[in-house]
DNA sequence: CCACAATATGAAATCGTTTTCATATTCATA
DNA sequence: TATGAATATGAAAACGATTTCATATTGTGG
């Protein structure tokens, strides 16, 4: 079925039945003509046809480090169905966590495959930013801030600082710092950086030989709450740049019948669906990662729409979550 | 750039460039030649006319229920590491566990708009059945043992069978079962039944007032154990249909101070990420969900390239694993 | 009722590949 | 060295839509 052939079928030229579809003009009578024989037939236009002709896909690419993280998958969530609503589909790339990868995709989606891209990366090197000037798509950032694209981000800083001011005023004064390298923007600096300024804030000293750094998974928070625990001094709090490290940090406190908060407090940041079920429930920041998924879906799809659009960046707040563990 | 344009800079026709981008004939002279232009002007030939002309697209489309879920994101991850190597795309569409998506997808991919098509669907119905045969292109599921379609699925039914067997042998016999809708053929009837046949097997009796339905989250797992704890009898044992079942149940007894497992013992099924954390941690059995993303990929292209290739299911095994919840 | 804009229409060009077709050249084998 | 198979080549058709172009018809305001 192509669409001479409806064209034929309802006596028409093929350009009525493509203006039919198109809302171009067409009287009437003929809509009605070719209304009946696309219903009888069930015509759908090919996709490819139309692609190759219009440069348009209406498909986005998104590429994501890692799937099976809670974090990201929330993220995904939210651009899926921002997506959904505005009629787009969702090309997932998985860099599994290689940097190579991700520059990889970003080369795929400069051929015309994708109509723009949704870029959930850890770190921007030199690399992507010259990748990403040589695409003509559109690209959005979440999950960092980058000077050269739009991008949505969460509040690390802020969110650590309300973090450790919320630790401070439990009571503690000894607290540690587990966290992650600095390549990571995001986490590994800005995060970083509002526990020492509200540190300094509030003039509780700042222990080098407590700020521990792993990497981003459970075994981390457990094996440096390990290491921390077989200290001379031991910390009265940790402070866990992730929720994945915290309920590391957790588990290992009660393997050692370490009492969560008593001895040893804990907390986290990003709220991850298990942080309720940790014993004791993790104390942690919402980042409302859902919504930074539909907010740059949507800023992604304005872009596409008004490439003239101009480039922004929002900074999405975030909620502090008390529970047990702290 | 287009390819003639490459091929009058190479001085040849081109048939000649696209014959050299396919593996045809072209002698090694020219060769040199148009892998010298491509080289320098870095063409990539365009994906639509490609598509448009070779009815192939080289994308997989991928139906899930839910994104932010431990399983499902583990078997998109497995689907996603066979298709990068294999040199496809991965088109997601996420239903957001409305049944009606599905079907909406599935009429989306009858366009010829992806070479493929793997479902994670809970539920297969007539309506499914008819839509997925008019499909001209090839379809997988995962999860479920499907008739009609290659398949790739779990022990279910073995893997609850074998953790009952473990539950008994640990003393156990007042047992009681917290599961899912019977519309989930493989959660909702094959473990339950694996769990029921066992029980017969070791002439433990049934407690049809312990077997109690919810939904597959943790509130479930925490509101139907309340239940149960709530009873004039308890149960001495948990068997959860879900780990994330689970964890609700664990965090409910925890909250009761109920020990486990001295008290009540709990066990799930699924090796969540997170079973390990739980205090105490959770005896559960492992799927291998990765595997089955990646064998269900496999599955897919191998009917892509050869559409005759036979109809097949297969059922991928478990591993049991023992924490201390049990 | 005239002029000019808005609406309506189909033929043909176009998007950028792959594939078919017709033909030419090379290669191995009898 | 004759012959058929394998290799090599470019012109042109094909894929299935949208868009341009040229032209016809209708509507509207003065």
Redesign the pocket.
């Known amino acids: 079925?192509?669409?001479?052939?409806?064209a034929k079928m309802a006596?028409?030229?093929?350009?009525?039945?493509?203006?039919y579809?198109?809302n171009?003009?067409?009287?009437?009578?003929?809509k009605e003509k070719i209304k009946a024989v696309i219903d009888k037939t069930g015509?759908?236009?090919?996709r490819?046809?139309?692609m190759?002709?219009?440069?348009r896909t209406k498909v986005v690419g998104v590429i994501i480090p890692k799937i099976d993280s809670d974090s990201i998958s929330r993220i995904v969530a939210g651009i899926s169905e921002q997506l959904l609503e505005d009629d787009y589909q969702l090309l997932l790339t998985n860099t599994e966590n290689d940097y190579k990868n991700e520059l990889k995709y970003l080369k795929v989606f400069r051929q015309d495959f994708v109509d723009g891209v949704i870029l959930l990366a850890t770190a921007i090197t030199n690399e992507h930013k010259k990748l990403i000037k040589s695409l003509k798509i559109p690209v959005v950032a979440i999950g960092q801030k980058v000077d050269f694209i739009s991008s949505i981000y969460h509040d690390d800083y802020g969110a650590a600082y309300a973090m450790t001011e919320k630790v401070i005023e439990k009571g503690h004064r000894d607290i540690a710092f587990i966290g992650v390298p600095e390549w990571d923007v995001a986490l590994g600096i800005n995060r970083l950086n509002g526990f020492k300024d509200c540190l300094k804030d509030n003039n509780v000293p700042f222990h080098p030989e407590w700020n521990l750094t792993g990497m981003f998974d459970m075994e981390s928070g457990f094996d440096n709450t390990k290491k921390l625990m077989e200290m001379d001094k031991r910390p009265e709090a940790i402070f866990c740049v992730t929720d994945t490290i915290a309920m590391g940090a957790i588990h290992c406190l009660n393997k050692l019948q370490i009492k969560i908060p008593d001895d040893v407090a804990v907390c986290g940041i990003g709220n991850g669906r298990t942080a309720t079920v940790m014993e004791p429930p993790l104390t942690t920041v919402d980042y409302f990662y859902k919504s930074s998924g539909i907010e740059g879906a949507k800023m992604l799809l304005e872009k596409i729409e008004r490439p003239k659009s101009p480039l922004m960046s929002t900074m999405l707040g975030f909620e502090l979550i008390e529970r047990e563990s702290l």
């Open positions: 079925m192509t669409i001479s052939d409806i006596g028409v030229s093929s350009s009525a039945v493509s203006r579809l198109n171009g003009y067409v009287s009437a009578k003929k015509y759908v236009p090919s490819q046809a139309r190759l002709r219009t440069k």
